[in-house]
């Protein structure tokens, strides 16, 4: 029997992963992989201590401090279902069952796709969800990125120092995210914002030739070799039925990270907290730690 069992190895899950280590807790961490959304990130230049650092380089630093407590991790493997019944909690994964006194959950989110025709047809071929795992395939083509959000924009950051050209189809009035992101990009010079612009195809033959979309009201074609899709994440909550979530599917914690199921607790980006940052995720996960700690401790 578990004092806790960690979902998601993400900068919320390997936070309260080493927390929990240095609590010397009976724990267990439930993951499909590691560095979860921060892996996909550009760079990055607002995490305190790090003046610059790319995504996969702070994730792979999170991983090394995970790592040097020789914390039990179940590797690719997905969390189905959280439970809790007579006071324990089992976890069901596509794997195996397990059973602890406490949960975080700290799955994180996933990319939003299109449904639109030619998505799923050309997806890997040509259309993507990852800029920063297959924007180097597109050196010196053009390329579009789906979206007006911060993650667009770090698409696009991304995409300018490797395309020739780069179309950013925003469905919206006007961009949204971090002011200096997008001074960055209109300062370029290769990038032309496409506003109020709706996707409706995605086509090709083998691999992508084009997007079409519907601007104005008329619709026109596109010609891009790569497409980038970035219009937003759904949280991996699904896997706990029970607890209470937000219109978003977000689920509710309060100040402590406590769902509305005891015991259950939840970190990072599948939760309702304002605001998704690595930083925020990495903070909310050391919290959700002390508090399932404080938990147990109440319980013995």
């Not at 506003?195 to 026109?220: F, H, M, P, Q």
Request: glycine share 10%; hydrophobic share 40%.
């Amino acid at each position: 029997m578990l004092d806790l069992i960690v979902i998601g190895a993400g900068p919320a899950g390997i936070t309260a992963s080493v927390y929990a280590a240095r609590k010397q807790m009976d724990f267990l961490v439930i993951s499909k992989d590691i560095g979860g959304q921060a892996a996909w990130s550009g760079d990055i230049e607002n995490y305190t201590g790090y003046q610059f650092i790319s995504g996969p380089e702070l994730s792979s630093k999170f991983e090394e401090h995970m790592r040097k407590y020789s914390i039990a991790l179940k590797e690719n493997e997905t969390a189905l279902e959280v439970k809790k019944q007579n006071n324990l909690i089992s976890v069901t994964t596509d794997k195996a069952g397990y059973e602890a006194k406490s949960v975080i959950i700290a799955s994180g989110k996933r990319t939003r796709e299109l449904n639109v025709p030619g998505e799923k047809e050309f997806k890997n071929r040509g259309l993507t969800y990852c800029a920063t795992c297959d924007g180097p395939l597109f050196s010196a083509k053009v390329v579009a990125v789906i979206g007006g959000g911060n993650s667009a924009l770090d698409a696009a950051l991304q995409l300018i120092r490797i395309a020739k050209q780069v179309y950013i189809i925003n469905i919206t009035s006007d961009l949204g995210g971090d002011a200096i992101m997008r001074q960055k990009i209109k300062a370029s010079g290769i990038v032309t914002i496409l506003n109020n612009t709706e996707v409706t195809a995605v086509i090709g033959d083998k691999l992508v030739s084009g997007i079409k979309v519907k601007r104005n009201g008329r619709e026109e074609l596109i010609a891009v070799s790569g497409i980038f899709v970035e219009i937003g994440l759904i949280p991996n909550s699904e896997i706990a039925k029970d607890l209470q979530k937000n219109e978003l599917g977000e689920i509710k914690v309060n100040s402590r990270n406590e769902t509305s199921v005891s015991g259950i607790f939840a970190a990072g980006d599948v939760t309702d907290v304002p605001e998704k940052q690595i930083i925020i995720a990495a903070g909310e996960g050391s919290k959700a730690s002390l508090s399932a700690f404080r938990y147990l401790a109440r319980q013995e």
